[in-house]
């Protein structure tokens, strides 16, 4: 393994805060960037408790932290925590990216969401795929399912098919949609899609059983398949899909865009995108 580069008194920190955040793939693909274009830059990762978040995001940021990534369970608490949120995290109403200012010494913290940017590009990538004007099927309406279905909607989708277990938090994504944009359809319902995106945590864990069933995908009819989960490689879920001749892609490339973008708003420089991918795919999958 390449050693860490040298920490100096002029480095600059960010860190992703998650808990647990034993798992994160994000500190080597923010540090292969940081190398790639010789800044002297660290991502770390901290592991803060919930109920600790508001002082910690604090104290970074009267450390000097440049800003940090929040993720589970951070993501909602960080968004009532930024004093100024921009529109992706007001529209979201959650804050994966924060980046810290002093004003006369006090931290001041502004919120973004780029989760939404992260899977538009990853659709792009991955298939071609714009929602403007297309069906789009979500299973499991938690923070990312939601997360997702208003990006599409904002994006111009036609029809959302909103799928959950608990059928009362896809009807709140449902009206959470349709104030935003009243001309969108949102069914509850299995129907024809042309993309299915699996926001279930199903598959994260070997003994999980699938979220789809063949009848459910054969209602569904969807020409192309996103699984949100990443590790491990290939879900059950996208494994049925790829047999039904889905077109089929993890959620890798969601990762990486939606950490390019964060790297952007910290650094004002260009994300070296395959940098990244490749330092992604090295830690998440050993290739
Ligand atoms: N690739 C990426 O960059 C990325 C980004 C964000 C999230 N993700 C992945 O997306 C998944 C969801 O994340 P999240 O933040 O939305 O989590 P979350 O808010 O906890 O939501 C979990 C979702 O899974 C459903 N679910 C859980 N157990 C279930 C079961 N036994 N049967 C049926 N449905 C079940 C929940 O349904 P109920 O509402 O009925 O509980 C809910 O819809 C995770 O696997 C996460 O790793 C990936």
């Known amino acids: 393994m390449k050693p860490p580069s040298s920490i100096n008194g002029q480095t600059r920190f960010v860190a992703v805060l998650g808990h647990p955040i034993a798992h994160t793939a994000s500190p080597a693909m923010h540090n292969a960037a940081f190398d790639a274009l010789g800044m002297n830059w660290r991502y770390l990762a901290l592991d803060v408790d919930p109920a600790r978040l ?116 896809a009807l709140a994504v449902a009206r959470r949609v349709r104030a935003l944009r009243p001309r969108v359809e949102c069914l509850l319902d299995p129907t024809p899609c042309d993309l299915l995106v699996q926001g279930t945590s199903l598959g994260l864990r070997k003994d999980d059983r699938c979220p789809l069933d063949a009848s459910l995908l054969a209602k569904l009819d969807p020409c192309c398949f996103l699984e949100m989960i990443y590790r491990p490689a290939e879900t059950p879920a996208l494994r049925l899909a790829r047999r039904r001749g889905c077109r089929v892609a993890n959620g890798l490339s969601m990762l990486l865009h939606q950490g390019a973008r964060a790297f952007e708003i910290w650094t004002n420089r260009r994300a070296p995108v395959e940098t990244m991918r490749r330092a992604l795919r090295r830690e998440v999958y050993g290739r």
């Open 54 to 169: 508001g002082p910690a995001l604090r104290g970074l940021a009267l450390c000097g932290f440049v800003g940090v990534n929040c993720t589970i369970p951070h993501k909602r608490i960080a968004f009532r925590e930024a004093d100024c949120l921009d529109s992706s995290a007001r529209i979201a109403e959650a804050a994966n990216t924060l980046v810290f200012r002093l004003r006369r010494g006090t931290p001041f913290l502004h919120g973004y969401s780029t989760d939404g940017y992260g899977i538009l590009a990853a659709l792009r990538e991955e298939f071609g795929f714009h929602p403007k004007g297309r069906a789009v099927a979500i299973l499991g309406c938690g923070g990312a399912g939601q997360s997702a279905a208003i990006q599409f909607a904002l994006a111009g989708a036609k029809r959302l098919i909103l799928l959950n277990r608990t059928r009362a938090k």
